[in-house]
């Protein structure tokens, strides 16, 4: 996803806090109409994935994924795969690269993702 005109810009994380990123144009799009029905819960949600993406303590709302969705690629680097509640439908996936503190969005939207309708 290219930058321009009139675009938000997202400031670099701050010392001890993680980047942020998209992994792809459809988890960009996803963000938007999630902000756009819940503006305050996601931006909660960025909160957290800014200063406790990975929390010892996992919650019903925010947890790691689990079988085969427990993990996910994202440029060659295999990363644990974990979800935030938004909405009773809104969820963001995301892929938790530790080593280099970012979170990788791989899926984000006002639905339930349909991998889990296993």
Same mark, same amino acid.
């Given at each position: 996803?290219?930058?321009?005109?009139?675009?938000?810009? $997202?400031?670099?994380?701050?010392?001890?806090?993680?980047? /942020?990123?998209? $992994? =792809? $144009?459809? #988890?960009?799009?996803?963000?938007?109409?999630?902000?756009?029905?819940?503006?305050?819960?996601?931006?909660?949600?960025? /909160?957290? %994935?800014?200063? =406790?993406?990975?929390?010892?303590?996992?919650?019903?709302?925010?947890?790691? %994924?689990?079988?085969? %969705? $427990?993990?996910? +690629?994202?440029?060659?680097?295999?990363?644990?795969?974990?979800? &935030?509640? /938004?909405?009773?439908?809104?969820? &963001?996936?995301?892929?938790?690269?530790? #080593?280099?503190?970012?979170?990788? &969005? +791989?899926?984000?939207?006002?639905?339930?993702?349909?991998?889990?309708?296993?």
């Amino acid at each position: 996803m290219s930058t321009g005109r009139g675009d938000r810009a $997202a400031p670099p994380a701050p010392e001890g806090q993680w980047e /942020v990123r998209f $992994a =792809d $144009a459809a #988890s960009a799009k996803g963000w938007e109409s999630l902000a756009q029905q819940a503006r305050g819960n996601t931006y909660r949600a960025w /909160v957290t %994935l800014r200063t =406790d993406p990975t929390p010892r303590d996992e919650t019903p709302r925010h947890h790691r %994924l689990k079988g085969a %969705l $427990a993990h996910g +690629t994202h440029r060659g680097r295999t990363c644990e795969q974990w979800q &935030i509640e /938004v909405t009773g439908g809104g969820r &963001i996936w995301y892929l938790a690269d530790t #080593s280099r503190f970012t979170c990788w &969005i +791989t899926f984000a939207g006002t639905g339930h993702p349909r991998a889990t309708d296993h």
